[in-house]
Every structure is written in structure tokens, then in C-alpha cells.
């Protein structure tokens, strides 16, 4: 199988704080995993990819220093939301490539108050 | 970089009926094109993908045929379900500049059947 796991499914937090995100692929090692964000009834916009042991690539228009991004382990990466405003409200999604398929996450609902 | 239309936006059919969704993508050095399925709320689910070295494949009610030549590829549902309802986006696994190993995803389209 190929099993993604996304942690918290959903979070309320107030403007200025910040939050982490947790992408885990269960059954396998991913070396790349890949970070998106999806706003309703739209397709989903790729905010950047995370490589294991290196630092992330990030798509042009995302502020680096505001998603944080760290691939420490083959099953592990994490998305830090920082200093959140309410227009970082969304639904953020991971995906974990496994021998060319990315396989997704639940998602992660973010609401900035 | 690789580019993903999809068309049409909304397709409603009657169970029993035929779905079929179209993509076109740019990058003549895409090679994979995988299909996902996401219901309202959820995560986009993989449901049929193709290799550019095949022409079609087909797992049970789903089809993917691929012409590399027009590049273009599409989605195929025979005897829908109202459990088919969700939304289907199409992508390509571009090697540009921009794009490398990633996915383009098209604007997807809503699919609703009613029973």
C-alpha cells in the first residue's frame, strides 16, 4: 500500500501565531513529498517540494519564510505556518511520491481568526 | 513550464450512462499522467494512471486513453454510479525547467449522477 498520514486534520488559531503542519507516509520511505494548497472549488496550487536531507524548492509567489518546510526523515515532513493571518486560511494538502505517484494526505483545514 | 486544461468543468450524466473528461498538456516530454478522484472534504484519491509508453489502459469501469502525438489524454467512466459523483482532476508529470517531477494539475471537473 501506499498510506498518507496528515496531522491535525483540522485547526483554529489566532492571527500572529504560528502552525505546524505533519505529513507521515505509514508503509513506505518518500524521499520527495510535496506540499499544496487548495482554496474551494479550485484544483490544487503546489506551494512547494520538500526533499529529504536538503532544503525545500518552493514555487514562485510563496514566501519561504512564512511556510516553513523541513524534511528530516524518509517519512516525515513538516509545514509551519508562520505569523498566520487570516488570508492564510485553507486547506492544505501533502503528498508523498512513491515510485513516481504522488499519494495525498487527508488535507488540513487552517483557519486563521 | 507544463501546462493542463480540462474540460469540461461540470458533467452531469445519468447512472447508467458514460463519463468522459479530456486533458491537454504542453510539454511533449511528459510521461506520466495519473487520474484523481476527490470527494467533497477529502483527499484526492489515485485512481487510474498511464505511462507514455501506452496507449490505453483500463481497470474495470475506468479507462485512460493517451494520444502522445496531440497530447492530449482522457477519462473514461462506463456505467456510472451516484457514488461516482466528485470532483476528477487530470494531471501531467512534467521535466521542464520549471516543472521537474512534478504534477500539473487541470482545473478539474465536477462530476454529478443522478440516479
Known amino acids: 500500500g501506499a498510506v498518507v498520514s496528515q496531522h491535525p486534520s483540522r485547526v483554529i488559531c489566532k492571527s500572529g501565531t504560528s502552525v505546524k503542519i505533519e505529513c507521515r507516509s505509514l508503509d513506505f520511505q518518500a524521499t520527495t513529498m510535496f506540499w499544496y494548497r487548495q482554496f474551494p472549488k479550485q484544483s490544487l496550487m503546489l506551494m512547494a517540494t520538500?526533499?529529504?536531507?536538503?532544503?525545500?524548492?518552493?514555487e514562485q509567489g510563496v514566501e519561504k519564510d512564512k511556510f516553513l518546510i523541513n524534511h528530516a526523515s524518509l517519512t516525515l515532513s513538516t509545514l509551519t505556518v508562520t505569523s498566520a493571518h487570516p488570508e492564510d486560511s485553507s486547506f492544505y494538502i501533502c503528498s508523498a511520491e512513491k515510485e513516481d505517484t504522488q499519494y495525498f494526505g487527508p488535507g488540513t483545514r487552517l483557519t486563521v481568526l | 513550464g507544463e501546462n493542463v486544461e480540462q474540460h469540461p468543468s461540470t458533467l452531469s450524466v445519468q447512472e447508467g450512462d458514460s463519463a468522459v473528461i479530456k486533458c491537454t498538456y504542453s510539454d511533449s516530454a511528459s510521461n506520466y499522467f495519473p487520474w484523481y478522484k476527490q470527494e467533497l472534504g477529502k483527499r484526492p484519491q489515485l485512481i487510474i494512471d498511464?505511462?507514455?509508453?501506452?496507449g490505453e489502459k483500463k481497470d474495470q469501469r475506468i479507462a485512460v486513453t493517451l494520444n502522445k502525438t496531440a497530447k492530449h489524454f482522457s477519462l473514461h467512466i462506463t456505467e456510472t454510479q451516484p457514488e461516482d459523483s466528485a470532483v476528477y482532476f487530470c494531471a501531467a508529470k512534467g521535466w521542464g525547467t520549471d516543472s521537474w517531477g512534478k504534477l500539473q494539475f487541470g482545473a478539474g471537473t465536477q462530476v454529478v449522477v443522478t440516479p
Open positions: 498511464i505511462r507514455s509508453n501506452v
Open positions: 520538500s526533499n529529504e536531507g536538503s532544503k525545500a524548492t518552493y
